[in-house]
């Protein structure tokens, strides 16, 4: 998310404008994602779900470690694939909203620890596919990604999350008959991760005082607002809130 300058709170500030344009193309992002589920689900279904015979992930099974990267496209029936669709919808657009590119990051990321998972500890010769790992990663980022990178709407939307699906992690621990609970806890151990590795690193203490303390405001692509400019202390309050 760095590079010119942004209106609000300095170098690292996201203008309003920008932000809804970054969540204008995860959504569609996402939708894609989704639509290529749905349609790989289709080709499954006729196939008689070959496709999640032959790029699941077997633990132990060295010939099935790269699908770490298809199993979570691919489903063993209508019923899987629609208690996933909904919450993977929500959890990723919430991971994607701020950042596109860091959202294919984190994806890549939590697919990798969460099929590992699977390949190093499943009991038995269970083919195992299925998006609930990138689930559980992303919604273990957007939970925490709001105290890593100090931003209050963030934090906000997590603490919400948390509240609201806390219950998903009764599936993330062992008891769950045919659910692969180490597949969820590895993809949300992975989130947790992602949200350190991908926080936002631009340094705070480099914003201009507010106008109480001897500085002025922001404006527009970063330059500073008159001192008698009324939006001036305005700008600095809502960017150390996280809020610009």
């Known amino acids: 998310m760095g590079g010119a300058e942004r209106d609000g709170s300095g170098p690292g500030a996201v203008r309003p404008e920008e932000m809804i344009a970054e969540a204008r193309k995860a959504f569609f992002v996402v939708f894609g994602f989704l639509a290529v589920v749905w349609l790989l689900q289709v080709a499954n279904y006729t196939g008689h779900y070959a496709l999640s015979r032959d790029y699941g992930v077997v633990s132990s099974d060295v010939g099935t470690l790269p699908n770490v990267l298809t199993a979570p496209f691919l489903h063993w029936s209508w019923a899987h694939i629609e208690s996933n669709s909904g919450p993977l919808f929500v959890f990723a657009f919430l991971a994607a909203y701020r950042g596109v590119g860091r959202f294919l990051a984190l994806s890549l990321l939590v697919a990798v620890t969460s099929g590992l998972a699977v390949w190093f500890f499943e ?75 991908f926080r936002d690193r631009r340094v705070r203490g480099d914003r201009p005082a507010r106008r109480g303390g001897g500085g002025p405001g922001v404006t527009r692509g970063g330059a500073p607002l008159p001192a008698d400019n009324p939006r001036a202390d305005l700008h600095k309050e809502l960017g150390d809130l996280g809020l610009l």
Do not use: E, K
């Not at 709001?146 to 609201?164: K, N, P, Q, Y």
């Not at 009764?170 to 992975?190: E, M, N, R």
């Open 123 to 197: 009991q038995g010769n269970a083919d195992t596919v299925g998006a609930s790992g990138l689930i559980f990663g992303y919604f273990g980022y957007v939970v925490v990604r709001g105290l890593f990178d100090r931003h209050l709407i963030d934090t906000l939307i997590g603490i919400v999350m948390a509240a609201s699906f806390a219950y998903m992690l009764t599936v993330a621990v062992p008891g769950t008959p045919g659910v692969s609970w180490l597949g969820h806890l590895g993809g949300l151990v992975g989130g947790l991760v992602g949200a350190w590795l």
